[in-house]
């Protein structure tokens, strides 16, 4: 059975909002990824999650970059890493909503 799906949301959970444990910890690991990503004009913002499906999108420097596979590959180690199971890291492409 999978589990719902959860939006990603940039705020922090309020009041008796509660966030899946998972997704804390998906947004840490690519959390520890960002300051290099950044140091070379890249980001890779997170989506959300789908059962386990973890969606991302690489924006800046990393998206036209020949190593972004490879970027990819890396981030999704460390989220294995640190959640204890397996996800699929999936790749959004194009501009966020509202983006101009």
Known sequence: MLAPDIAFNTAPPSGTETEDP?????RAAIEEIRP????????????GMEGDTVKVRLTGACVMC????????????????????F????????RAPGAH
Do not use: K, N
């Not at 998972?22 to 998906?26: N, P, S, T």
């Not at 990819?72 to 640190?82: C, F, P």
């Not at 996800?87 to 194009?94: A, I």
């Open 22 to 26: 998972r997704l804390q910890v998906v």
């Open 36 to 47: 290099g990503l950044r140091r070379d004009g890249g980001d890779c913002e997170l989506l």
């Open 66 to 85: 020949r190593l972004s596979s490879a970027t990819l590959d890396g981030i999704q180690a460390r989220v294995v890493e640190r959640l204890g199971a």
């Open 87 to 94: 996800v699929r890291l999936v790749p959004v492409m194009g």
